[in-house]
């Protein structure tokens, strides 16, 4: 079984002449140490599918399970405490709190979960080394460029013993280099053993994926087969 | 890129011979663009032929010969790096020509042609980025060649979304008489040629 997995998930908003099929029929598994990006134009449904497999709102059919327990089981508090612990956020706009510094923001969601505040600082401050911001992690927010903002919230979503990331439009905001360094740091926590989803309309982005699944107006519509021994590309060069 | 102006930008660091040329224009290429010796010794007979490279036999080897730029070849070098490359001209190219005749075609769902070409597109991406994950192995030729190849083949998938979107908006709609969009196109874009 995978680590994630949507089977036949649909989800409709509104009802009657107002329904609104968000998304149909999907079915999606993600092994630990995969990356999976999920393309698709605005209003295709990524967003919906993210918050869904983050437990963050619940699907109109089918069922979500994350490290084997199926959400519909578990009660608020359960989907809180797996939110808390075993799930990382990371979304195009950061979500960071500006009150608190590098090191504080990312030590919050264990400090939340009940850790001892040195304890939980000292996880937040390795989340951070481990990533190269060990140097910014006394500074706000509002002290740090956008590409590092992103980088804090990505040590945020690895902190601890998180075994899920899931990242709406990661570097939406950022430059190509910039965007290029979130995705490597995704990928390192993939290496690590987390399962990520990343949704995104960016072709560059997903092509960091092992696998990119495409969905079109709540459909998945089709995905990328597994890729062949890059070396061959080689062969001819790029441009001929 | 030119063959002929990359060997002058390597003659213009000093004089070299033809198989330190090759060994050096496939490294400051990424070794993305293998040259075989043969186009090298061809292209410097030319340059010679041309006046813009001189040689002089190698007093110990008589297989060998240095090559030297000349005044003339410095002057070109330095036009060519500054004349950008001709991107005027209309878009031809087989995708854009396949998508268009789906359109046309009865019983063709576009929206399939198109994820078609872009699923490929994608794979072909996720190919070169595996080439460039592992940093540390990667030096800035072939990161620069790589990225170059990335955003080539993005700007291809951006434009297979933005037709989708288009034709979505458009089934919306009446359809509009247009009996061949290619002459139009050659009008409006090919206007110098």
């Not at chain 1, 359960?78 to 510094?101: E, S």
């Not at chain 2, 070409?117 to 940093?135: A, F, G, N, P």
Request: hydrophobic fraction near 40%; proline fraction near 5%.
């Amino acid at each position: 079984m995978s680590f994630l997995e949507l089977r036949n998930v649909s989800k409709a908003y509104g009802t009657g002449q107002a329904e609104v099929h968000a998304l149909e029929n999907i079915d999606l598994a993600v092994d630990r140490g995969a990356l999976v990006a999920v393309m698709g134009p605005s209003g295709s449904g990524k967003s919906t599918l993210l918050t869904i497999a983050g437990s963050l709102e619940e699907p109109t059919s089918g069922e979500v399970t994350i490290g084997g327990a199926a959400l519909s089981a578990m009660s608020r508090n359960g989907k809180a405490r797996l939110r808390r612990r075993t799930i990382g956020y990371v979304f195009q706009d950061f979500n960071l709190l500006p009150g608190l510094t590098a090191a504080e923001n990312v030590s919050l969601p264990l400090e939340l979960d009940g850790m001892r505040s040195r304890r939980a600082y000292a996880a937040g401050m390795a989340a951070l080394e481990k990533l190269g911001l060990a140097d910014r992690a006394t500074h706000f927010p509002d002290e740090l460029s956008g590409g590092e903002r992103q980088r804090v919230s990505i040590a945020r979503a690895v902190v601890g013993d998180r075994h899920l990331l899931l990242a709406d439009e990661p570097s939406g905001a950022l430059d190509s280099v910039n965007g290029e360094a979130v995705m490597r740091m995704i990928l390192m926590a993939c290496h690590r053993g987390m399962a990520a989803v990343v949704v995104t309309h960016d072709a560059q982005l997903a092509s960091w994926a092992d696998r990119v699944v495409f969905l079109r107006d709540g459909h998945v519509v089709d995905q990328t087969m597994p890729a062949q021994t890059p070396e061959s590309l080689l062969q001819s060069g790029p441009g001929q | 890129m030119s063959i002929r102006h990359a060997l002058l930008a390597l003659l213009s660091e000093g004089p070299k011979y033809g198989l330190q040329l090759r060994q050096e224009f496939e490294t400051r290429t990424g070794e993305v663009w293998p040259l075989n010796v043969g186009q090298v010794y061809t292209t410097l007979q030319r340059l010679e032929r041309d006046g813009l490279v001189e040689s002089e036999d190698v007093p110990d080897d008589e297989r060998q010969k240095t090559f030297r730029i000349t005044a003339g070849g410095e002057a070109e070098l330095a036009d060519w790096l500054r004349t950008p490359p001709d991107l005027s001209l209309p878009p031809r190219d087989e995708l854009v020509i396949k998508v268009l005749v789906a359109l046309r075609l009865p019983g063709v769902n576009v929206h399939e042609v198109i994820q078609a070409h872009r699923r490929y597109l994608v794979e072909l991406m996720q190919q070169w980025t595996r080439l460039k994950e592992d940093e540390s192995g990667v030096d800035l030729s072939f990161a620069l060649a790589v990225d170059a190849e990335l955003f080539r083949l993005d700007s291809v998938v951006r434009w297979l979304d933005s037709a989708d979107g288009r034709l979505k908006r458009a089934s919306a709609e009446p359809p509009v008489e247009n009996p061949s969009p290619m002459p139009r196109l050659r009008r409006r874009v090919g206007m110098h040629r």
